[in-house]
């Protein structure tokens, strides 16, 4: 949708105009082959399964944190006392709900300002590096800074499993607590442009010039604890495995400066 806010007439005219877009997504599995559900993704946490989105989280839920061992605590689905696989259940989806962006240009005299958002949300995304960076067992990988508010003494209330070089803790188990919301909003671009006068242009044999600076992927607005929201994938090519984030390269920032011209 376009809306022409505001324009003037005349020298130094100033204009307004906005463009508007938005999408809306829904959708859900009717019926599989024997009603056999398909996983994928970092050890299967991506499944398809009737009455669920493609790429639903399948994983067991996180409860929080003993206050007593510091060990992370796991609804027990099946009520057999014991934590496995039989325990996993749906606990999010991949796939945004809505998303869309809206770009603002300016025009007055000869100067343009153009400045693109963008925005996207409903979904969750799974932090796979999240098993390495939370768990003291893995000495290679850098550690977030929440990690120092990790369980540490009996009585301790928190969400951090206590550091554990073994892995004891069950920390590092595939679960809801690695899964975090997929919100994000972007300021993707802002160009700022001149046309230059057309007596200066055609002395160098050009017409319709303009020279612009222009700035891509400029700041992003998330809860999210990796590089990249829009993140969708873990590399493996499949278009199951969803809103997996696996030690992906974050997006550059970039800056331009160009010209356009008529020759």
Same mark, same amino acid.
């Given at each position: 949708m376009? +809306?022409?806010?505001?324009?003037? *007439?005349g020298?130094?005219?100033? /204009?307004?105009?906005?463009?508007? &877009?938005?999408?809306?997504?829904? &959708? *859900?599995?009717?019926a599989?082959?024997?009603?056999?559900?398909?996983? !994928?993704?970092?050890? #299967?946490?991506?499944?398809? @399964?009737?009455?669920?989105?493609?790429?639903?989280?399948?994983?067991?839920?996180?409860? $929080?944190?003993d206050?007593?061992?510091?060990?992370?605590?796991?609804?027990?689905?099946n009520?057999?006392?014991?934590?496995?696989?039989? %325990? *996993?259940?749906?606990?999010?989806n991949?796939?945004?709900?809505?998303w869309?962006?809206?770009?603002?240009?300016?025009?007055?005299?000869?100067? %343009?300002?153009?400045?693109? =958002?963008?925005?996207?949300?409903?979904?969750?995304i799974?932090?796979?590096?999240?098993?390495?960076s %939370?768990? $003291?067992?893995?000495?290679?990988?850098?550690?977030? +800074?929440?990690?120092?508010?990790?369980?540490?003494?009996?009585?301790?209330i928190? %969400?951090?499993? @206590?550091?554990?070089f073994?892995?004891?803790?069950?920390a590092?188990?595939? /679960? !809801?607590?690695?899964?975090?919301?997929?919100?994000?909003?972007?300021?993707?671009?802002?160009?700022?442009?001149?046309? =230059?006068?057309?007596?200066?242009?055609?002395?160098?044999?050009?017409? &319709?010039?303009?020279?612009? =600076?222009?700035? *891509?992927?400029?700041?992003?607005?998330?809860?999210?604890?990796?590089?990249?929201?829009? =993140?969708? !994938? &873990? $590399?493996?090519?499949? #278009?199951?495995?969803? $809103?997996e984030?696996?030690? !992906?390269?974050?997006?550059?920032?970039?800056?331009?400066?160009g010209?356009?011209?008529?020759?």
């Amino acid at each position: 949708m376009t +809306a022409e806010n505001f324009r003037s *007439r005349g020298p130094g005219s100033f /204009s307004w105009q906005t463009i508007y &877009n938005y999408s809306h997504n829904r &959708n *859900r599995v009717t019926a599989l082959y024997q009603n056999q559900p398909i996983y !994928s993704g970092i050890d #299967n946490i991506n499944s398809v @399964r009737v009455g669920e989105p493609i790429g639903a989280f399948y994983a067991l839920r996180f409860l $929080g944190v003993d206050p007593q061992t510091g060990d992370a605590m796991y609804l027990d689905a099946n009520g057999d006392g014991a934590i496995n696989a039989d %325990d *996993r259940v749906v606990v999010g989806n991949p796939q945004p709900t809505s998303w869309g962006g809206v770009t603002n240009t300016f025009t007055y005299g000869p100067f %343009d300002l153009r400045a693109a =958002v963008l925005f996207s949300g409903g979904n969750q995304i799974y932090n796979g590096v999240r098993q390495f960076s %939370d768990d $003291g067992g893995y000495f290679y990988d850098n550690k977030f +800074a929440y990690v120092l508010r990790r369980w540490q003494k009996p009585g301790d209330i928190t %969400d951090e499993p @206590r550091a554990s070089f073994d892995g004891t803790s069950q920390a590092t188990l595939n /679960s !809801s607590r690695l899964l975090e919301p997929g919100n994000y909003t972007r300021l993707q671009e802002v160009t700022l442009g001149m046309k =230059v006068p057309k007596s200066m242009a055609r002395f160098a044999g050009m017409d &319709n010039t303009r020279i612009y =600076v222009s700035g *891509r992927n400029l700041h992003t607005w998330t809860h999210f604890k990796g590089y990249n929201p829009d =993140v969708n !994938s &873990n $590399g493996s090519g499949s #278009n199951v495995s969803l $809103g997996e984030e696996f030690y !992906s390269y974050p997006l550059a920032r970039t800056w331009m400066v160009g010209l356009t011209t008529d020759w």
